[in-house]
């Protein structure tokens, strides 16, 4: 069984940095895709950041390059999205996602089995 678990959202300054941690209870972890994704209030679910199960491929949503970094760490099974100088439309919903085993990186949601619950950032003007 594979459980996802976001952490760390709450309620930041336009500016201000935050990370959010995913922790992830799965024996296939470390051969598995991992990704975040947002849903901003009356948008779909829109893709953030993944990167590969041997973390030397990463892929970013164009328009987050620069200010979001994603991260995987083996010694605990989570993986973390650093974002800094946040705006306001960076208000959502964030989720962490993996794939099956083997699954390659991908910006698409279908390609992800797994999802957490959800972690609130919102961004104040």
């Known amino acids: 069984q594979v459980q996802l678990t976001e952490s760390g959202g709450g309620v930041v300054q336009a500016g201000e940095s935050l990370r959010l941690t995913c922790e992830i209870q799965?024996?296939?972890?470390?051969?598995?895709?991992l990704a975040w994704f947002r849903q901003a209030p009356g948008k779909e679910r829109e893709f953030v950041a993944a990167?590969?199960?041997?973390?030397?491929?990463?892929a970013y949503a164009d328009s987050l390059k620069g200010r979001f970094t994603i991260s995987r760490h083996r010694n605990n099974q989570t993986i973390a999205l650093q974002m800094n100088s946040l705006r306001p439309d960076d208000t959502a919903v964030y989720f962490c996602?993996?794939?099956?085993?083997?699954?390659?990186?991908?910006?698409?949601?279908?390609?992800?089995?797994?999802w957490g619950q959800g972690a609130q950032v919102t961004v104040s003007s």
């Open positions: 996602a993996q794939t099956l085993p083997w699954r390659p990186i991908s910006q698409l949601e279908d390609d992800y089995n797994y």
């Open positions: 799965s024996g296939t972890f470390i051969i598995s895709t």
């Open positions: 990167i590969s199960r041997n973390s030397i491929s990463t």
